[in-house]
């Protein structure tokens, strides 16, 4: 009687089932079942329907996305942006000269550069201070989104959204981005802080305690 039921009644089976094994055991009873590994919109729309997530990396499929078990730890307010749509926010970022910390909502018919009205609904801001340049973070999750998670997914949107927001070759750009830097650095007020590259900073960190000779031997 299963092998007759419509995708719809499946997918509501499914989304009672815990992510991975489970479904793996599901569509190993039979083909009818196993060939459902190969409808992608089969398996986009358990995950829209289950963790109300929307993006997903294009080299990762669905399936595979489904039975990972990441979208039970990752950020649902983040939209699979169309990166055009975020142009009046790159032009925000660099025709503004930012002084302190300020957050740029990232919903794209949103203007607010701070303290956005709509704070729930409008959760994705990208942060700028002093301490991290550009951080993309979500109020409702209450956590900095992509680069600190361990999900493939969430890493490939912030990584999208970072790259647009930063990519520009005119000379306004560079002007822009000039002044940007001269106000974060102006208010350090004599306690300077300065960028460098993470996996450098741990590598010596990691010599100067004897962590590098452990992690050698």
């Known amino acids: 009687m299963m092998l007759h039921l419509p995708n719809e ?4 089976i499914l989304i009672h089932l815990n992510d991975g ?16 590994r190969a409808d992608e919109l089969f398996w986009r729309d358990l995950i829209h329907r289950k963790h109300k997530i929307k993006y997903c990396d294009p080299t990762q499929t669905w399936w595979n996305f489904s039975i990972s078990g990441d979208a039970k730890s990752m950020c649902h307010h983040i939209s699979p942006y169309n990166m055009q749509n975020l142009a009046t926010k790159r032009t925000l970022l660099w025709h503004h000269q930012f002084v302190g910390n300020h957050d740029i909502c990232l919903t794209p018919t949103c ?14 801001v990208l942060k700028l201070s002093r301490l991290h340049f550009m951080e993309i973070w979500c109020h409702a999750c209450r956590r900095s989104i992509g680069f600190g998670s361990n999900t493939r997914s969430e890493k490939y949107m912030c990584r999208q959204i970072i790259r647009f927001m930063t990519q520009h070759s005119t000379l306004a750009f560079i002007q822009s981005k000039r002044l940007v830097e001269q106000s974060l650095f102006s208010i350090q007020n004599d306690h300077y802080q300065f ?9 010596w960190i990691h010599f100067l305690t004897g962590k590098l000779i452990e992690l050698l031997f």
């Open 9 to 12: 009644i499946i997918l509501f």
């Open 21 to 36: 094994k489970d479904l793996i055991s599901f569509t190993s009873t039979c083909q009818q079942f196993y060939s459902l």
């Open 195 to 203: 960028i460098i590259e993470k996996t450098w900073f741990m590598s």
């Open 111 to 124: 203007q607010f550069v701070t303290n956005c009205q709509d704070y729930y609904n409008h959760s994705v």
